[in-house]
């Protein structure tokens, strides 16, 4: 089935630095969503892409949706401590547009 | 504006009794999700409401699991006869605008 890769699978930095981490498939998407998700509470949407190179900002945050439509990252400049938390990225595969699927995560931890 | 509700959060029982989640969605959202978190995994997508129809429930393990939406608002899922793999945080979330899922906190079981 679809499945999303992401890559690191975890992150410890200190405050300050720059992250980046990606997210990719062997299938095409539409549609590249980032999330966020603290400690004890539901996904919070960051920032949603919708086309082919598209370039987003959120604040700190950076999304691209990538050109072949199977990867999309996601830069934070400049971390801070309330970064800390669990990075999803999700999407509609364009074979089946009707269902959201999530990738792993990719944990990061930041020190003061 | 008030964000997805749900009850109850934390819920302990064991093998082969029965559980019921349930979920407030936001105000004028018409699609409502209930999505399966395990520990240390991306959420996967149980069971998909357009009002108070099914778009999507592929994956929802019909023999034990069931879900309804009534009058096309508060939604509830149930589980009998809980297996010890169905411990997991159980999300439930609405979107007004396709994809922007608004995420409820959670409702964790554990299963003893």
């Not at chain 1, 998700?37 to 919070?44: I, K, N, T």
């Not at chain 1, 401590?81 to 959201?100: E, M, Q, W």
Request: charged share 15%; proline share 5%; with cysteine.
């Amino acid at each position: 089935g679809q499945q999303l890769n992401q890559s690191p699978q975890s992150m410890f930095i200190q405050e300050g630095e720059d992250v980046s981490m990606n997210c990719t498939s062997s299938s095409i998407f539409n549609t590249w969503l980032w999330y966020k998700q603290d400690p004890g509470e539901g996904p919070v949407l960051l920032i949603a892409l919708y086309k082919a190179g598209e370039l987003t900002s959120n604040g700190r945050l950076t999304a691209q949706f990538g050109i072949t439509r199977k990867d999309s990252f996601l830069n934070i400049s400049a971390s801070i401590p309330s970064d800390v938390g669990i990075y999803f990225c999700a999407g509609p595969p364009a074979s089946n547009t009707g269902k959201l699927i999530f990738g792993q995560g990719t944990t990061l931890q930041v020190k003061p | 504006e008030a964000g997805v509700a749900q009850s109850p959060r934390y819920k302990i029982i064991e093998k082969r009794q029965s559980v019921a989640f349930w979920c407030n969605p936001i105000s004028g959202h018409a699609t409502l999700y209930w999505y399966q978190q395990i520990l240390g995994q991306g959420p996967k997508l149980l069971i998909q409401f357009q009002n108070n129809g099914v778009v999507d429930d592929s994956q929802l393990p019909k023999d034990r699991f069931s879900a309804e939406r009534l009058k096309g608002v508060d939604s509830t899922l149930k589980i009998q006869p809980a297996k010890l793999e169905d411990s997991a945080v159980y999300l439930c979330a609405s979107s007004l605008v396709v994809w922007e899922l608004f995420f409820g906190e959670g409702s964790r079981l554990t299963v003893l």
